[in-house]
């Protein structure tokens, strides 16, 4: 009982007075529905104008599924009826408010659209808790508005709606939740032209969007969630403001710098094939393509993002050339303002060969709190040092972080041939004691990557550095400390200067709901410091 209660007064303490009196007055309100809308004006009609087309997307729902009432997420088949029911007891919270989005509705023709959303309005009353979430209301109304459907039935719910959502906005969480719903208020505004009380709630939203520009972003460009995923959703937020918003709007520049940086950062953090690196809470299947980004922002702006290798700020060191891409987060592990989507993963990297995923972060597999969820958060689930077998930060309940600290003293240089980069981590000094502090060494040159990793401190500890293969890397054992790494047509030759090692089974998440067996190699020594463990990957041979 003691333990639980230090672990909320630490999350508690990472939040501001505002965050934490927000969480709990929204509680409240929803309890005792006490929620007020405003009259709905006469002769409502809205209609959005943008620049370009807006980018669609829905990866798990076709045509035929929606109108026989089928919804499918993360690799979940639910079958609602005809009509459909909008509100199953049977689907999990975050399965139940997937469908409220309307992602899907580009897929099927305006008439279809109307009647399944006027199905929706009959069933859905105002103030019910996932239907009228306020980030349901965000992407829901956002759907709803860019399909320009013409009905009032339609436009009289998306005014109410957004008249609820000005009124009960996140701002208790400051982070993409937040920035949707600025986004939506701001489709709103300009939706509906002046009528009615739209003009507040167009610069509501433009006050959110502006204060985030500062609050969110980090001075490079990095989203300050430390997660590529929500770093990719903010860019397609941001671009969609922009898509819309006249340029006349004092507001429109400052939007447009900053998604310069965040376009750059979106790029260069994307592997070969396209897709980010999977660091903290990201799944390759959430949110638009990168790419389709990418290519987004700059038909709206015309700006064309640039490769970077280095952002000091968020602690993103990258290196490619024509053999590898390595990206390393050595970063803060969290904001203390928004640390939901945080994982224990400071000297994490990932890194492809041959354009290849080579060594993965496990990924995130679900949001539900479960021991899989745990596992995904924790130390031993990155490529970077665990000791005895505890995380480099106190994580729990499935979005909530107790303790954590912050690297230290980060050096990195880098040249045509290669990089080198060191790093200091001494938060286990304070959640296991001992005077424990782990240095991490990388070096790259020629085509071989060494990475050392030193434990000084006091008594005796299980010190354990992970290397997490992506599921398509075969291990051949060659003898001794010396494996080869064998993927398609593609051969590495890893070996163990320091330490010993172990293969284990493990599990990579590439997306939400989809998990495949992989193998992890474990370089380990259990002993007192000084420890010294460390390996070898030579990448010269490009195939066999």
């Not at 939203?205 to 001075?219: D, S």
């Not at 903290?280 to 949110?287: K, N, P």
């Not at 390393?328 to 945080?342: C, E, Q, V």
């Not at 990932?350 to 995923?357: A, G, M, P, T, V």
Request: one cysteine or more; aromatic letters at 14%.
């Amino acid at each position: 009982m003691i333990e639980k209660i230090k672990l909320y007064f630490y999350a508690v303490r990472n939040l501001t007075f505002k965050q934490t009196a927000g969480r709990v007055f929204a509680q409240i309100k929803r309890r005792f529905k006490l929620y007020r809308i405003p009259k709905t004006p006469n002769n409502l009609a809205g209609e959005i104008e943008s620049r370009i087309p807006f980018n669609e997307y829905d990866p798990w729902n076709n045509k035929e599924d929606i109108l026989k009432g089928i919804f499918n997420f993360s690799y979940e088949k639910n079958e609602l009826g005809n009509p459909i029911n909008w509100n199953p007891k049977f689907m999990s919270d975050s399965c139940r408010l997937q469908i409220h989005f309307f992602n899907f509705l580009y897929l099927i023709n305006d008439a279809q659209k109307i009647d399944l959303i006027h199905g929706w309005i009959r069933q859905n009353k105002t103030g019910d808790e996932i239907s009228w979430h306020p980030y349901s209301i965000s992407l829901r109304i956002f759907s709803w508005m860019r399909a320009n459907l013409n009905d009032p039935v339609i436009d009289e719910s998306i005014y109410r709606q957004a008249a609820f959502l000005y009124r009960n906005n996140e701002f208790y969480i400051p982070a993409n939740h937040y920035l949707e719903n600025a986004r939506a208020l701001i489709f709103a505004g300009l939706y509906f032209d002046k009528n009615g009380e739209s003009s507040k709630w167009l610069s509501k939203g433009l006050k959110i969007i502006t204060q985030a520009l500062t609050k969110q972003v980090e001075a490079d460009g990095a989203y300050y969630e430390k997660s590529p995923m929500y770093h990719n959703i903010a860019v397609q937020i941001f671009v969609d403001i922009l898509n819309v918003l006249p340029k006349t709007f004092d507001e429109y520049n400052e939007i447009y710098s900053t998604v310069e940086k965040m376009a750059d950062f979106l790029k260069s953090i994307l592997h070969p094939d396209g897709k980010f690196a999977q660091f903290s809470d990201s799944s390759l299947e959430m949110g638009n393509p990168p790419n389709v980004i990418l290519n987004y922002t700059f038909e709206v702006t015309g700006y064309k993002a640039k490769f970077k290798n280095t952002f000091e700020t968020s602690g993103h060191y990258i290196f490619k050339n024509e053999t590898i891409y390595l990206a390393l987060d050595a970063g803060s592990m969290a904001d203390r303002r928004m640390s939901g989507h945080t994982h224990a993963d400071i000297f994490n990297y990932e890194l492809s060969f041959n354009s290849k995923r080579f060594i993965v972060d496990t990924g995130t597999g679900t949001y539900h709190p479960t021991k899989e969820r745990d596992v995904m958060r924790s130390t031993r689930a990155h490529n970077t040092l665990c000791i005895d077998g505890k995380s480099q930060a106190e994580l729990w309940n499935s979005f909530r972080v107790g303790r954590f600290f912050d690297p230290k003293n980060i050096k990195w240089n880098i040249n045509e041939n290669g990089f080198i980069f060191e790093g200091e981590f001494d938060g286990y000094s304070k959640l296991i004691g001992d005077s424990l502090i782990h240095k991490r060494f990388m070096r790259f040159e020629n085509n071989r990557l060494k990475i050392e990793d030193q434990v000084r401190g006091e008594n005796h500890h299980l010190v354990e550095s992970m290397v997490h293969l992506h599921p398509s890397v075969n291990i051949i054992d060659k003898g001794g400390k010396i494996l080869i790494l064998k993927s398609e047509e593609s051969i590495a030759q890893f070996e163990v200067l320091e330490g010993e090692f172990k293969v284990e089974d493990s599990v990579y998440y590439p997306e939400m709901g989809l998990g495949i067996p992989n193998k992890s190699i474990v370089i380990f020594a259990n002993s007192a410091p000084p420890i010294n463990l460390s390996y070898l990957i030579n990448f010269s041979p490009q195939s066999k």
